[in-house]
């Protein structure tokens, strides 16, 4: 068999299709739909593999959101799922660890302080529905890549 066509259960293979001249119109209709449902929103970019024209990409249009206050408000999840879009939250670095995290690791975590040399400030969430993925970030901070989610 194709090693490189086989599907492992750890890393799903990523779905490319060919590029399409709509996904910088989507981007900017679902930008237009964000900007009117959620006000808090500062700055909405489209990243990823589908903002680069004639690049055959992942069919998701990714973005990435700017926000004041990190983690968000239960009102502006509330807007979002409004929009239809799930929520994924992702672990915080340099915080508690998560609540399925095995004893092991928590003893090693305990060990070096709890705090895994990260800044609390470089907390980021993911949103998602189909076809669209946002990176919400704390305006002013870098946005730390920790993998993309298959829609």
Not at 61 to 78: G, N, R, T, W
Request: net charge negative.
């Amino acid at each position: 068999p194709n090693i490189m066509s086989m599907k492992s259960e750890f890393q799903p293979v990523a779905h490319v299709v060919k590029y399409d001249e709509n996904w910088p119109k989507l981007f900017e209709e679902e930008c237009k739909k964000l900007r009117d449902g959620i006000p808090e929103l500062i700055l909405i970019s489209h990243i990823g593999s589908t903002s680069v024209p004639e690049l055959d990409a992942k069919p998701v249009i990714d973005m990435q959101a700017s926000i004041k206050e990190m983690p968000p408000s239960d009102k502006v999840l509330e807007k979002f799922t409004k929009l239809g879009y799930k929520h994924v939250p992702l672990p915080k670095m340099g915080g508690p660890p998560p609540k399925d995290q095995d004893e092991k690791e928590k003893e090693k975590e305990n060990e070096n302080g709890g705090k895994g040399g990260f800044d609390l400030s470089l907390i980021y969430t993911q949103f998602e529905k189909k076809g669209y993925m946002i990176h919400l970030k704390q305006d002013g901070n870098a946005l730390l890549w920790d993998g993309a989610i298959e829609m």
